[in-house]
C-alpha cells in the first residue's frame, strides 16, 4: 500500500520536486482509507486533524447554513489536498465532505505533517503558494457573487472550472472531466437550479457551451470569455 501512495504522491504538484528520501517521509505517516457513496468524509464541525488527498473517486465539499441550504466550495479532482485551512491552526474542519462516488482517500496526520513542513522549508514555501492561490480564488469568487448577475456567474464558474475540472481538446476548446449536475452548479454560486438551467440553454443555443456524447461539457473558451468581457 505504501508503494500505490508513493506513487501517488509522485504526481502531486506540490510535492513534485521532492527528493524519494522527502517524499518517504510523508509516505511513511500516511494511509489509505476507502468511503462509500453517500458517505461523510468530514462534517463541518469536527476536530481539524487531518487532511486529504484523493486517489480516486469524487467529494463535494460544501457547508450549508442554519437553514439548511447548500453553497458548494469545490468538487476537487484526483490529485487535490482538502481542507486547505488545515494547517499550523488549530480549529475544526470548516465544512462538509461527502462522497459523491466511491473514494479511495490518503489521509495524513497534520500533527505529523507539520513536522515534515518545518523540517523541509522549501515544502513549507511551496504550501503556502498553493494556499495563496486559493485564497485569490476564493476572493474573485466572492467579487463574481457581489458584481454579476447570475448569467455572467454561470460563465465565470464554468471558465473556472476549465482551469480546475477540465483538459484543453485544442487553442479554443476545454472539456469538463467532472459529471456537474444543474444542482451542482447551482449550489456553487449561490443561485437555483431553474436560473442555471435557462443559461447553460442560452448558451448552448449560442454554441458557447456543448455537452458531449458521455455527457460531459465542452467549452468554447474564448466566445464565452467575450460574453461576460
Known sequence: MSDVIFNHFKKVPLFKDLS???LQSIVDISHIRIYKVKSFVCMQG??????FFIHSGKVKIHITDPSGREQIVSIPRTGEMFPHVGLFRKGTFPAHVEVLKTAELIVTPIADFEEILIKYPEL???LFKFLG???????????EQTLHNTYD?????L??????NGVSLDKNQSKLT?????RELANMIGSSRESVNRTINQLRKKELVTI???GFFVINIEELQAEVN
Open 46 to 51: 469536527d476536530k481539524l486533524d487531518r487532511v
Open 159 to 164: 471558465l473556472r472550472l476549465c482551469k480546475s
Open 212 to 214: 458531449d456524447s458521455e
Open 124 to 126: 513549507c514555501i511551496k
Open 153 to 157: 456567474q454561470v460563465i465565470m464558474l
Open 133 to 143: 492561490e486559493k485564497i485569490i480564488d476564493l476572493q474573485a469568487r466572492l467579487v
Open 20 to 22: 524519494d528520501e522527502e
Open 178 to 182: 467532472t459529471h456537474f449536475t444543474n
